[in-house]
Structures are given as structure tokens and as C-alpha cells.
């Protein structure tokens, strides 16, 4: 690649970036600013207004032909996806729901394996195993709470996400990002209202920093997160996009470190030093191969 396109791919990496960081917060605004048992409605508040003010500064429809696509991509990005990871925030702490995320490049890896007859790179699946032994050194831990229904809902969230990345790269739509990241909050926020509805107890009357928290969740971890996410996986390659969702567990780490006082052993700074290194990885092997 010339210089100004090797700029240009490290700013989008950048700002790609910051989505997955932004994510990694949501574990703690969600255990210690949102009312308590109640995943379907934090993720309906984070997902249904979100997608409401993009389309409302968008304002623009997909082809009748998108729809199908549209729906299955709104339902593995957001709908899905954001049930599961508010069941697995509410189960698990902080730092545990997010790291078992890391199966998600190597899932990645192995749809393009098997839908495109594309072996991946050497070093990609060595960078992703990095990636899963340096969260499995974070797993244990001290203080590490193992929660069966946690767990499995934090990998299938991190399945559903994986699908969604890959689908999203390989089913180019004609929309712009906005539209496209706006569309796809509101279908989501739709499939969860049911949920909500019926399954979550009604909420209490919310205070002032109750209503901060849903409004970062929305503005911040939906509408501006995922604008990014979907730019990133429009520029870059899926198995790099989903190598950046690793970010996500260090920043909820660091997070209830720095705020919750929760440990943080050697062990523990050996597994997020490893993490980062698969980051790192992954995105140097992309780069070559582009």
C-alpha cells in the first residue's frame, strides 16, 4: 500500500477502535448506574432511540430488495446480541462477561473457512489463539464468579456478533453507514420490545443518574459505537474488525479496576498483555494482506 492509503487504514483502525472501548463500559454502567434485573429493557432503551435519531437525520429508505438481508442483520447485530450481552452483563462481572468475547475472531474466521473456501492466514489464527489463551489467563483470576447462564449467553452473544460482522462485510449494502447503523437499531430495538414488555418487571421511577446512564448507553454505546463499527467493517477486513472487539474486555477490565477496586493480579496484567498483543497481530497480518 502507498502512504496516504496506509494512513488512511490506520485512522479508520483507529476509530474502529473506539466502538469496542465504548462497549467495555457498558458492563459497569449497567451493574452500577441501571435499575437492577431488567436486560431486555436496558437493551431496548439502548437500541429503539438510537436508531430513531439516526434515521430521523438520515431519512433514508433501503431497496426493496435489502429487506430480507436488512432483518437477518438487525436481528445478529442488535436484536440477539444485545439481549444476550445485557443477560450476560446483569449475570457475570464486568470483566468475565466480556472476555469470553474472545472466540469471536476465530468464529469469524471460520465462516469465511467454510462459506468462501478461504483458509485464513497463519498468522491470524495464531494471533486469535493468542487472543483466547490470554482470556482464558484472565479467567483465572482471583474472583472470577462462574455463572452457567451468564456464560452461555455471553457466547452466544459473542456468535451471534461474529455472524453478524461477517454477513454484514460479505452483504454490501447500497445504504450509507448511517442509514445502515440506523436501520438496524431500530429492526433490533423492535425485535426486543416484546421482550421487554413481557419478560422484564416494569421500571421503577428512574432517577437523575439512572437517566444518564440509558442516555450514554444510547447515544454513546449505540448510535455513535456502532456508526463507527459498521464504517470499520465497510473499510476493513471482518477477521480485523472482530480482532478489535478484544478491546471491549480490557476496557471493562481496566474499568472495574480503576473504579470498583477489583483485583487485579500479575496474572491478570499477563492475560491482558497477551490479549493486546493478538490485537496487534491481527491487524499488522491484515494490513500486509491488503
Known amino acids: 500500500m502507498n502512504e496516504k492509503s496506509t ?14 472501548a465504548i462497549w467495555g463500559s457498558t458492563y459497569i454502567v449497567t451493574t452500577q448506574l441501571l ?3 431488567r436486560p431486555f429493557i436496558a437493551a431496548l432503551l439502548r437500541t429503539l432511540p438510537a436508531g430513531v435519531l439516526l434515521l430521523i437525520f438520515v431519512g433514508r429508505l433501503p431497496q426493496r430488495a435489502e429487506w430480507g438481508r436488512l432483518v437477518v442483520l438487525s436481528a445478529l447485530n442488535i436484536g440477539f446480541f444485545q439481549a444476550l450481552l445485557f ?9 468475565l462477561a466480556a472476555v469470553v468475547g474472545a472466540i469471536q475472531p476465530l468464529l469469524v474466521m471460520g465462516l469465511a473457512w467454510l462459506l468462501e473456501r478461504r ?20 479467567l483465572l483470576s482471583p474472583g472470577a464468579v462462574w455463572d452457567a447462564a451468564g456464560i452461555a449467553a455471553a457466547l452466544a452473544g459473542a456468535a451471534c456478533m461474529a455472524a453478524g460482522t461477517y454477513l454484514t462485510r460479505r452483504w454490501r449494502s447500497e445504504l450509507p453507514v448511517l442509514a445502515l447503523t440506523g436501520w438496524q437499531l431500530l429492526l433490533g430495538g423492535l ?6 414488555v413481557l419478560v422484564d418487571p416494569p421500571l ?5 443518574v439512572q437517566v444518564l446512564g440509558y442516555a450514554y448507553l444510547s447515544l454513546a454505546g449505540a448510535l455513535l459505537a456502532y456508526a463507527l463499527w459498521f464504517r470499520g467493517i465497510a473499510r476493513l477486513s471482518p477477521v480485523a474488525v472482530s480482532s478489535l472487539g478484544l478491546l471491549s474486555p480490557l476496557v471493562a477490565v481496566v474499568l472495574g479496576w480503576a473504579l470498583l477496586g477489583q483485583a487485579m493480579s500479575g496474572l491478570s496484567l499477563a492475560g491482558l498483555a497477551t490479549v493486546l498483543a493478538s490485537i496487534l497481530a491481527v ?7 491488503r
Do not use: E, N
Open 119 to 138: 483458509p485464513p492466514a497463519r498468522l491470524a489464527v495464531g494471533a486469535g489463539v493468542l487472543g483466547v489463551l490470554g482470556m482464558a489467563v484472565l
Open 283 to 289: 491487524q499488522r497480518g491484515s494490513a500486509q494482506r
Open 7 to 20: 494512513t488512511s487504514s490506520l485512522i479508520t483502525t483507529l476509530t474502529t477502535a473506539l466502538a469496542p
Open 191 to 196: 425485535m426486543l420490545a416484546p421482550l421487554a
Open 35 to 37: 435499575p437492577p434485573d
Open 87 to 95: 443477560i450476560a452483563a446483569y449475570r457475570l462481572p464486568g470483566g
Open 204 to 208: 421503577p421511577a428512574l432517577d437523575a
